[in-house]
């Protein structure tokens, strides 16, 4: 009499280890990496538009010269003679005038946000890359 074993073969064990991995963690890892680079451009972004708003504080009163890009690379001089209130672009082909002292508030806030949602991603990326040499050990 012959016994049945209830216990997938290492091969077996392998392949669904294998199919996993290819399947579902590290396309997991490759969408959580691409978010995160995302994020951290949009950090880096914000970041720059607070200092921006912060030079713009110090010449409140005066007229601004700068350059301004017009598309596909070109920019003109341009003259801002009221930097009072500032147009915020808040995604989905939404505009907000605000005064620069709301609009530096917002950016600090969305800074909070995009910083939180950052250290998120860097957590999941982490159980990610554990989650796949847990795997790729199992498979050894």
């Known amino acids: 009499m ?8 290492r091969t077996t064990q392998s392949q669904v280890y294998s199919a996993h991995l290819r399947n579902a963690l590290l396309p997991e890892l490759e969408n959580t990496r691409q978010r995160l680079s ?3 451009t ?5 970041a720059l538009l607070k200092d921006k708003i912060a030079g713009l504080q110090k010449e409140q009163g005066k007229e601004v010269n700068t ?5 596909a690379g070109v920019w003109v001089h341009t003259t801002i003679p009221d930097i009072t209130v ?5 995604g989905l082909d ?7 002292a709301d609009a530096k508030e917002y950016v600090k806030k969305k800074l909070e946000i995009l910083k939180k949602k950052r250290d998120s991603l860097s957590q999941k ?3 990610l890359v554990w989650q796949i040499g847990q795997f790729q050990g199992a498979m050894a």
């Open 94 to 100: 939404l505009h907000l005038d605000m005064p620069l």
């Open 86 to 90: 500032i147009t915020l672009d808040l």
């Open 125 to 127: 990326e982490e159980l």
């Open 42 to 46: 949009d950090i880096a972004e914000y």
């Open 67 to 71: 350059m301004s890009e017009m598309g």
């Open 2 to 9: 012959s016994a049945i074993s209830s216990t997938p073969s």
């Open 38 to 40: 995302t994020v951290e």
